[in-house]
């Protein structure tokens, strides 16, 4: 059965058309007549189908098709259904996507609404324009336009028996596509291909690919006979990851971007936990505009762009849409959250987000602290973690590290219950050095007119011979762990001097 979502304007012209995951392109429309090619299933390449579409003011469909020897024969398995519609002649409303009615089956329309003009432009600009690839030591950037490498990812992807049934964006740059002003700007673009990733062989050809596909991006006169594939991780992947388990089977090819703006290309076979929260939880099908870069001679317009799907992984588009309009942090089920939501919701706290409910926020602070603690037991991997996050999310925003750190230190502090007491005053003794390194990296000197400094007499004050100091002699109850400057290294216990004396 193959449902078709159709927007009717005035205009001899109108939208290009989308047919859930197989796509149809528009060639033109009369008043009762539409003319589309379609891709037929199991066609990936080809778009030789013509279908004539005459549609009668009760609504129905007759549909036939026409190959192009000239032969005839109905389409029969074909259900026509409009998208919400205005009165013939009234402008659409742009600023607001339109919600899917009808013409999905199974409950999805909820997750899922359709772009507005405003928003097609947007992603055009994100899919079409250039993004920079840096190399490292002597290789030439690369300028790479996201549609293209897509495209030549997907066809030798396809020419390797790799099923690729659609390609998405996700994560930061789909929450600005749909809400410009969400607070969070875009920085890593995420494209996800939804592949078939079955064996070990499959996640390494995925990878030889995408390596072997950078070759057609070097700028000409780059001679390429000696460039192997190991060398272009070197100079060109940032960071790459294979998770392979009962419940999530993906891969993630990082291509270095200086500014942040890195290319992720991630390949998914299987993702138990999509989102963190339901702002970030938006994914934009991109199968429908790709098809119209290929195929169409003319350029988008407001009554001529495609039909674009937006999802929300969270399950319900309107609210989560509500949530990064009004900057609240919402999630479900936080106890299947990641280690990295702890640092992804202290981010979204200095971003000005704020929680929806405080109740259900300090249940979910619980929650992301012990997982984090989970997935990062030593204090290494915790200090690499860190140290991972504030160069890759924070690049052009150095003055935003202190005010982070100190917000994760206050949320670490008030919502660790799975630690020893030691174990979270090591955490929070890194965390304090980390925003100190911070200040020092920027020149800033802290404002000290509240700040009392404390120190720890020599061991061989303690000497009967030793009589140049005066020692005063504070109990070490007035001084409570949380007060040490480095709670991670406790004094010396000395029988006479184990407190932090003041310095007047």
Sequence with gaps: MLHL???????????????NERCVVLLWQTTTVIKIRYLKVGDTDKYSQLITLSIYPSGNTAALSHSEAGDERTLSAFTFSYLPLTNMGEKVDSSRSTPVEGCLVDGESRNLSVLNWEQVQRLDVILAGSIPIHGRWNFPTLEIKPRDIVKVVRCRMEEKRIHVREVRLNGSAASHVLHEDSGLGWKDLDLIFCADLKSEMEFQTVKDIVLDALLDFLPEGVNKDKITPVTLKEAYVQKMVKVCNDSDRWSLISLSNNKGKNVELKFVDSLRRQFEFSVDSFQIRLDSLLLFYECSEHPMADTFHPTILGESVYGDFPAALDHLRKRLICTRNPEEIRGGGLLKYCHLLVRGFCAASGTEMKILQRYMCSRFFIDFPELGEQRRKLESYLQNHFV????????????????????????????????????????????AEQNVIPNTANVTCYYQPAPYVADSNFSNYYVAQYPPQQYPPQQYPNPHQPPPHHPMYTAWMPCN
């Design 396 to 439: 052009g925003l150095e003055d935003r590290k202190y005010d982070y750190l100190a917000t994760l230190h206050g949320v670490v502090q008030e919502s660790t219950v799975c630690l020893m007491g030691h174990e979270r005053r090591q955490t929070l003794g890194l965390i304090s050095s980390l925003a100190l390194r911070v200040l």
């Design 5 to 19: 979502c159709y927007k009717r304007q005035r205009s001899s012209t109108t939208r290009i058309l989308c047919l």
